[in-house]
């Protein structure tokens, strides 16, 4: 590549478009209004804006679809969307790096197996709150291994060895279980309910969930000013005041729990935490405090226009919402990857 | 005379199983720079860390002045070849030095921008302050660092080579800031490699050699007792005024 005089040089982490700082969060709870509305009006009866108003106040057929089928699937996809988003945001923080998300602690798939031995050992029906726990138990062994195994402060590399070591455990686990459980149709209902989807979700789940996820949302937004902190590394952070391995045991159990709470009623959705920081962070310039209500309101709105998207394509069956997420996420991973190249030593000279 | 602003009593440290630093009992008065030298791995950084209450000790006492506040307030660290992780512009970054006050980004006083504006002037970075610290140079990067250490105007600065990655000019200017600090009454103890840097701007020097405290006094009488051609295996000489120091011919390497 040559560079001339007069060139312009993008520079990496500069704040772009005039949307920064105090317009940002309006500007971003405006889409999100937009899409949830584009999502009370898709699906297989087409309703109008003015049906979807009615329905909301309970009238006729249409209140039957918006509040019995189509509100509560928006209420999770929202509510999923932003922790995906935050738990990515808050992890990256911690880590002080970009790569990180939830999925590479294998926290998705062991809460996933969490789930299955609940839902598939007859220990529970589908919306009790065993499910939930059981999930976020398994979030939770799967961090902690990870941390454990990986050392404190390790390299990203051992970190994400351990992750994949931890997640084809789960996987394998929950295939056995699946293998062994008493019901006939166990294995294509699990496969199809951990590609991930918020299809057929009741007010039941909406409510199952969103409490655990509230509640780590709480606990990492509080987060924000040590993940700041953390920018000048462990030592000057404890220098400043900040309670850094309280902040480590915060962040790895906020995170389980949200993310556990999400998978036990929509199943395994990926790389949404790890786009949505990347989306964010242009937009706040870098500050893995400022990055976090950006990065959950932008997860919101992923999950919301992707499961618009999963009732647009014409299928037999539904397309599963995480698999929409897998094809645009993975691409945009090996793309950081690639960039980063010589960060993960790819490069011989390093 | 007034308490001192840091008093080590017969510190003792193990990191891994092996004991970095042994026995070392140093104090620090308002007003001074002490410069704590040694060869390589004789546990500057060690002593500074556990100073600073960043490393368990396995015996003796650290006492710190300061009274009733936290700790964050009373003591800022600044860590050797520090690291900015995220790219922050460098008001930011020297903003986070207001942290143990409470003081988000969001919310600055009058007092934390005082602070804030004061320490980026003592560090020449006035003119790069909405930069964003990913485009910085090694140079300005360990000078955004000193910026924040200093914007806590915690009255004990513990600083671990602030000017190992300057150039000469840098370093002197470093070196009077630190100077500075100290005559506003502040108390100054600073890990460095350059002796005559040292020599030059320390009140008292500390020397260090595998993990004890082997010197404690002013650079006139190190210079005088040759104790750093033992410590160093060098020979030294010094150049007319007492504190100046130059480097003879005579090179028998490390001790």
Redesign the interface.
């Known amino acids: 590549m040559t560079v001339r005089a007069g060139d312009k040089i993008r ?4 704040p772009f478009w005039g949307v920064r700082g105090r317009g940002l969060t309006p500007a971003l709870v405006i889409l999100i209004v937009m899409l949830a509305l584009t999502s009370l009006c898709i699906g297989a009866a087409h309703l109008s804006p003015a049906d979807v108003w009615a329905g909301l106040h309970g009238v006729g057929t249409a209140g039957i679809i918006v509040l019995e089928i189509r509100l509560p699937r928006l209420l999770l996809a929202l509510s999923v969307g932003a922790m995906l988003g935050l738990s990515g945001a808050s992890l990256q923080g911690l880590l ?1 790096n970009p790569l990180a998300e939830p999925a590479i602690f294998g926290a998705p798939q062991a809460a996933a197996l969490g789930a299955v031995i609940v839902l598939y050992s007859g220990m529970a029906n589908a919306v009790s709150w065993a499910l939930p726990l059981a999930a976020i138990a398994g979030a939770l062994v799967s961090m902690l291994l990870v941390f454990v195994v990986a050392g404190r402060g390790a390299h990203l590399i051992t970190m994400l060895l351990s992750g994949l070591a931890v997640a084809s455990l789960a996987g394998a686990a929950t295939s056995l279980v699946i293998n062994l459980s008493p019901n006939p149709f166990a294995v294509t209902e699990i496969v199809f309910w951990l590609m991930g989807s918020f299809e057929d979700r009741s007010l039941h789940h909406v409510l199952l969930a969103t409490p655990f996820i509230a509640l780590s949302a709480l606990v990492l937004l509080g987060c924000g ?1 040590g993940y ?6 462990d ?2 952070a ?5 309670n850094v391995a309280r902040l480590r045991v915060a962040t790895i159990a906020a995170t389980a729990c949200g993310i556990g709470a999400g998978v036990a009623v929509s199943g395994a959705i990926g790389f949404v935490g790890l786009v949505a920081p990347h989306l964010a962070r242009p937009l706040v ?6 990055v976090l209500v950006p990065s959950a309101l932008i997860g919101a709105a992923i999950l919301v226009a992707a499961d618009i998207l999963v009732r647009l394509v014409p299928a037999t069956s539904e397309i599963k919402v995480g698999v929409v997420t897998a094809l645009i996420g993975v691409p945009m991973f090996l793309y950081l990857v690639i960039s980063r190249k010589a960060f993960f030593g790819g490069d011989a000279s390093t | 005379m007034t308490a001192p602003l840091l008093e080590a009593s017969n510190v003792q440290v193990r990191l891994g199983g092996r004991t970095v630093v042994q026995d070392a009992s140093l104090t620090l008065r308002a007003g001074e720079i002490v410069a704590l030298l040694g060869p390589n791995g004789a546990g500057k950084t060690t002593l500074l ?1 556990a100073t ?3 490393l368990p000790l396995q015996s003796g006492t650290i006492r710190m002045g300061g009274g009733a506040r ?4 009373r ?5 050797q070849g ?8 460098v008001r ?2 020297v903003a ?2 207001r ?2 006050f409470g003081s ?2 969001q919310r600055l006083s009058t007092a934390d921008q005082a602070a804030i504006n004061t320490a980026m002037e003592d560090c020449d970075l006035a003119h790069i302050a909405d930069q ?1 610290t ?2 910085l140079s090694g140079g300005e990067t360990a000078r955004v ?1 000193m910026a ?1 250490a200093l914007a ?1 105007e915690a009255p004990l600065l513990l600083a671990d080579e602030p000017v190992a990655s300057l150039d000469p000019a840098h370093q002197i200017a470093t070196m009077q800031v630190l100077a500075r600090q100290a005559r506003r009454g502040g108390g100054v103890l600073v890990v460095l490699h350059d002796l005559a840097l040292a020599l030059r701007f320390a009140d008292r020097v500390i020397l260090l050699q595998h993990g004890a405290i082997i010197a404690d006094d002013a650079p006139e009488a190190i210079i005088a007792s040759k104790v750093l051609d033992r410590v160093f295996g060098l020979e030294f000489q010094s150049s007319g005024s007492g504190r100046d120091l130059l480097l003879a011919a005579k090179i028998d390497g490390p001790a």
Do not use: N
């Open positions: 520079q990496p982490h500069a002080r000013r700041r902190a953390l920018t000048l590394g030592d000057v404890r220098s400043l005041g900040v310039g870098g500050d893995p405090q400022r | 860390r600073a209450g960043l936290p700790q964050g307030q003591c800022a660290y600044l860590e520090g690291r900015i992780h995220w790219p922050l512009s930011d970054i986070l030095g942290l143990p988000s980004l964003s990913d485009c660092l924040r806590v």
